[in-house]
């Protein structure tokens, strides 16, 4: 692009409005130094702007903690030359004053009205953006444009943008650690989650590396946003700083008051120093790493209920709101504390800072960890719903079955059929008293007997790896079952129970099968409560983090390195990746990583990522990722079901929830994409607009296939969908706005709901299952004694212990949550189109979205519903849309369970 001659004759009277900010600080943006060029559509040239008349206005933005924050609505008037055609690009650049903390700006608005002509024309930039201080930024209009319909002064722009964020523009360097306003693209294997040691095998701290880049490599994986830091020679990247946080584009990043409400998810979870604390709080016998009893475990949701006095002393200490709890509140339940806890919670967190006595009394306090360690162990927890007015329920054979409909993992119950008896080994005698009244073979043929397994790979991959560890007495492991669970529903109510359960001992062959007839009341409770730990692994992280946030990462970075800003794919897309880089890079730094939260809550500790690494590289296929492939995968629904539309009543797992509301958002979402993407394309092969002559668009799926999931088999092209036609397209994109908005909103949001109560989804099995054994006069002996003796404390030994429990909440509460500047469909505020075209189907979306949520109100008030209305039921809201239900607010902490965000945020 060239510049614009001096001398050029002055032409049009432009009005620019700029909304921006820079919320990671208090500090007020006053009359901010910007500088602003037009780019000529035609040309190419660049016109400078000397703005005159500037304003400038605050504009609130959400509180960050305590504080408010304000960016800046900014508005002034500039002279364009007469041969200015059409600006069809902005160059922005941000001269930061080096004193301020104000280093980078946040641009949501760029708009240009003309004054001067007999017509007005209005020119909207689309920004969505930060710009670094000093880094000349371009922005397109909001006009959509394919790659052969770039306007001619573009056309060069647009391809040196693309190259600069793969990292191909001569004056971007691509060697050594990404920082600051770099803007770079790039893939790269797991080989970030081991601790200081890895590459070592003699640490206790060494992971395999994730992601197969080499011949002996053997776990493959989706790939991640590479961050350049030295690589050592195991092929490990090296450790972040300490202190630092992993970095991601400014783009990809929290805003301020998303990262608040994100950062103290890891000091909610630092269990060494919650031990001491902990056994100050719940009754325990013999020692403090057991509850003893269920009560024990409830006391944590309620202050009515009896408490232990060490708890109701500290309680009583703590102001009423029960998350708002303030430093002076916590200060003086600390105080209270006996010396050894807190010495305890100091040695892992350091001592309050020391200030002069002078002080007032409040500033006394000023470690930030402590402060939030207390917050998460000394706050009133909401009841969960599993819990609220149903005691029991969540014991019962039929409440297994429906959270596998509405629960929180509704994604692997499948159809039984002859291959699964088969391969299970099970018979006419399993099921004998089971099935009401009907034989094997006719349950099997009428389709009303399911199952769940839970026992390929977990069973033969990671099992025997778990037992080793076991055996070295290490105790960041459990005892790893592996099995099955099978269920049978009614055809009358179509109510839905386990009735069978097989579980394999950890690194054997060796099955035991219980059922409520042939096994003990006691031991039929134990066996449940051990499957569905298996379900909650499975869960977490298969189902929650493989399936979602380490499918959608390689999607969007894709995007942003082959397809153009003005790209209309782009634009309809870039909602659906809202935050996944940052959110995912920080869970690899603090969830998932070796010695991270998720291994140390659940049976397979140090195991736990390779088990979800196994699963992708033998089961995951992108083409069964969207709803209607994935329930006639199952085979839930008829299997000659349009894998873009299958009706509810093509459903044969009948009450299913699930389902049936996940299928009304996803003919949504299809309707608009399709409608949306035939504005832009065309299916006549002669059309310069088929999406076979798209380079860019054919250059971003080749490139998420044979670059970021890389790793996925393809057997007979049966992974991926071809790209045909505009039908084919819209699957494809439905599909991954799917995984990232309807998905992840069924699996994330009802965490708290269902797995913070730890019996009903325990994340740790710490014994195994006592035999039915009796002496020579059929009295039970050894294990079986001791829990028939002491039922309550004995199943809970065999589950997480307090420490392991409070860390499961701590974790589900802050991923349950909903931040403040959560964006959800059918009602984002961020304008990611500009178009009006678009602007008119997303409307049309808008009303759709919201029928479906009306739909969906109306089904929980249907009394037929067993999963949703009946005594036992719970009303399914995870895929309401919106939460207009039921606002998020300080009391409820975002916890509301429902609202579907666009993208895999939290």
């Known amino acids: 692009m060239a510049a614009a001659t001096a001398t050029a004759t002055a032409g049009s009277t432009w009005a620019l409005e700029m909304h921006i900010h820079a919320d990671y600080t208090s500090e007020r943006i006053m009359t901010p130094n910007i500088a602003i060029s037009f780019v000529d559509e035609s040309s190419g040239d660049e016109y400078e702007l000397h703005l005159s008349k500037v304003t400038s206005a605050p504009w609130q933005l959400p509180m960050v903690g305590s504080e408010e924050r304000f960016g800046a609505i900014v508005t002034g008037e500039a002279q364009a030359p007469a041969d200015l055609s059409q600006p069809g690009a902005c ?5 930061h004053n080096l004193w301020s903390k104000i280093d980078r700006l946040y641009f949501a608005k760029l708009t240009a009205i003309t004054k001067s002509q007999p017509q007005a024309r209005a020119v909207s930039f689309l920004t969505n953006s930060w710009v670094a201080g000093g880094v000349k930024r371009i922005f397109f209009t909001g006009q959509p444009s394919l790659p052969d319909g770039t306007p001619p002064g573009l056309m060069e722009a647009r391809q040196k943008e693309l190259a600069s964020l793969r990292g191909e523009d001569p004056n971007t360097e691509d060697e050594g650690p990404r920082s600051g306003a770099d803007r770079i693209y790039a893939y790269d294997v797991y080989n970030d989650l081991g601790g200081a040691g890895q590459g070592d095998p003699n640490r206790h701290d060494d992971r395999p590396i994730l992601g197969i880049q ?5 776990l493959p994986y989706p790939r991640r946003l590479r961050t350049g830091r030295k690589i050592d020679t195991n092929g490990y990247e090296a450790h972040l700083a300490p202190g630092t946080t992993p970095w991601v584009p400014y783009d990809e990043k929290f805003f301020a008051s998303k990262q608040d409400s994100f950062s103290v998810a890891p000091l909610y979870a630092i269990g060494a120093a919650a031990s001491s604390v902990v056994s100050q709080l719940f009754g325990a016998k013999p020692d403090i790493n057991q509850f003893a009893s269920f009560s024990a475990v409830e006391d944590l949701f309620s202050r009515e209920s009896a408490v232990p006095a060490a708890k109701q002393d500290i309680m009583n200490r703590i102001d009423d709101n029960p998350f708002d709890l303030g430093d002076e509140a916590l200060r003086k339940a600390y105080k209270g504390f006996p010396d050894t806890v807190r010495q305890a919670v100091e040695e892992q967190l350091g001592s309050p800072s020391p200030v002069p006595t002078w002080f007032p009394l409040k500033f006394l306090f000023r470690n930030e960890k402590i402060l939030r360690l207390l917050q998460g162990l000394l706050a009133r927890w909401p009841m969960p719903q599993v819990l609220d007015q149903r005691k029991i329920t ?5 409440e297994v079955g429906r959270q596998a409909k509405a629960g929180c993992n509704p994604f692997t119950i499948q159809v039984a059929d002859k291959t699964f008896l088969d391969d299970s080994k099970l018979g006419p005698e399993d099921f004998a008293g089971l099935l009401g009244g009907m034989t094997l073979q006719d349950a099997i043929s009428q389709r009303t007997l399911f199952y769940q397994d839970y026992y390929t790979v977990l069973g033969e991959g990671i099992a025997p790896q778990v037992q080793k560890l076991l055996d070295k007495k290490d105790k960041a492991v459990g005892y790893q079952y592996s099995g099955r669970g099978v269920f049978f529903q009614c055809p009358e109510t179509k109510a839905l129970a386990i009735v069978v359960i097989q579980l394999c001992e950890p690194d054997t062959q060796h099955w035991q099968l219980y059922s409520p007839i042939r096994s003990r009341p006691e031991i039929w409770q134990l066996a449940k409560a051990v499957y569905s730990s298996l379900d909650s692994a499975v869960h977490q992280l298969i189902s929650h983090w493989l399936k979602t946030h380490a499918t959608m990462e390689p999607f969007a970075i894709a995007t942003r390195r082959q397809l153009s800003a003005m790209h209309p794919v782009f634009q309809l897309m870039q909602p659906h990746f ?4 940052d959110i995912n890079a920080n869970a690899r730094s603090t969830l998932i990583n070796a010695g991270g939260i998720v291994e140390s809550i659940f049976t397979a500790g140090p195991c736990c990522m390779e088990f979800s690494a196994k699963v992708y590289g033998a089961t995951w296929k992108f083409r069964e990722q969207g709803l ?6 199952r085979g839930v629904a008829k299997q000659d079901a349009d894998e873009l539309h299958v009706n509810a009543d093509e459903l044969l797992l009948k009450d299913y929830p699930y389902a049936e509301d996940g299928l009304l958002v996803w003919d949504a979402i299809v309707e608009y994409f399709d409608m949306y993407l035939r504005m832009y394309y065309s299916d006549d092969v002669g059309s310069d607009k088929h999406v076979k002559k798209d380079d860019e668009l054919r250059s971003w799926y080749h490139e998420i296939q044979t670059k970021g999931h890389q790793d996925a088999k393809d057997v007979n092209g049966d992974c991926w969908i071809e790209l045909k036609d505009i039908s084919s397209l819209v699957q494809i994109l439905a599909t991954m706005a799917w995984i990232g908005s309807a998905h992840h909103a069924a699996v994330n949001f009802g965490q708290y709901a269902y797995s913070a109560y730890m019996p009903n989804k325990a994340a740790f099995i710490s014994h195994a299952i006592p035999r039915e054994t009796v002496d020579t006069e059929g009295r039970p002996t050894g294990p079986l004694a001791e829990l028939l003796n002491d039922y309550e404390y004995h199943f809970l030994r ?15 509460k802050t991923l349950s949550n909903h931040a403040q500047d959560e964006e959800y469909l059918g009602g984002a505020s961020t304008e990611w189109a500009l178009d009006p075209m678009a602007r008119r189907a997303k409307a049309q979306f808008d ?7 009306h739909t969906m109100i109306r089904r929980n008030k249907d009394g037929k519903s067993r999963a949703r209305c009946s005594p036992s039921g719970i009303p399914y809201t995870l895929l309401y849309p919106s939460t207009q239900t039921q606002a998020v607010t300080m009391r409820n902490m975002g916890m509301t369970g429902r609202g579907i965000p666009t993208s895999v945020s939290i």
Do not use: C, H
């Open 91 to 95: 160059l922005v650049v941000f001269n």
């Open 578 to 581: 809202r935050y996944t880089l």
């Open 214 to 218: 080499g011949p002996d490599a053997k």
């Open 394 to 398: 969540w014991q019962s054979d039929e």
């Open 628 to 633: 209607p492939a994935d329930l006639m995968a």
């Open 798 to 812: 065999t589950l997480s212990g307090p420490i392991r429990a409070l860390k499961t909440m701590l974790l589900v």
């Open 847 to 853: 009303v759709s979205i919201a029928e479906a949520e």
